[in-house]
């Protein structure tokens, strides 16, 4: 019986509260900063934004954590090099 409440609670589907809207504002701005940062801004315990944020994890509001890199080479510090081996016979 336990098991089959925890299944439907997983499938529900999420609404988010105030405190939801403000943690994914504040990670939207930057996802690196940690919870105890988050819940300073906000003016909330660090367990709490730790507990919401696993349940939209949980529960797939959040997906995954990224970042995004810029696509010139120069921001990287080093260029790109490809080479090729190139082999030739007669047939």
């Known amino acids: 019986m336990m098991k089959i409440q925890q299944e439907q609670r ?3 589907p999420h609404r988010l509260t105030g405190t939801d809207r403000a943690i ?3 990670l939207k701005e930057d996802a690196r900063q940690t919870v105890s940062e988050i ?3 906000l003016g909330v315990s660090r ?3 730790k507990n ?4 939209m994890r ?3 509001v959040i997906k995954r954590f990224t970042i995004e890199l810029d696509d010139d080479d120069s ?3 080093s260029p790109s090099n490809a ?4 082999v030739v016979s007669r047939i």
């Open 39 to 41: 819940a300073g801004r």
């Open 10 to 12: 997983s499938i529900r």
């Open 83 to 86: 080479f090729f081996l190139l």
């Open 75 to 77: 921001a990287s510090g």
């Open 47 to 49: 367990t709490t934004v």
């Open 24 to 26: 994914l504002g504040v």
């Open 52 to 55: 919401r944020m696993d349940l």
């Open 58 to 60: 949980e529960r797939n």
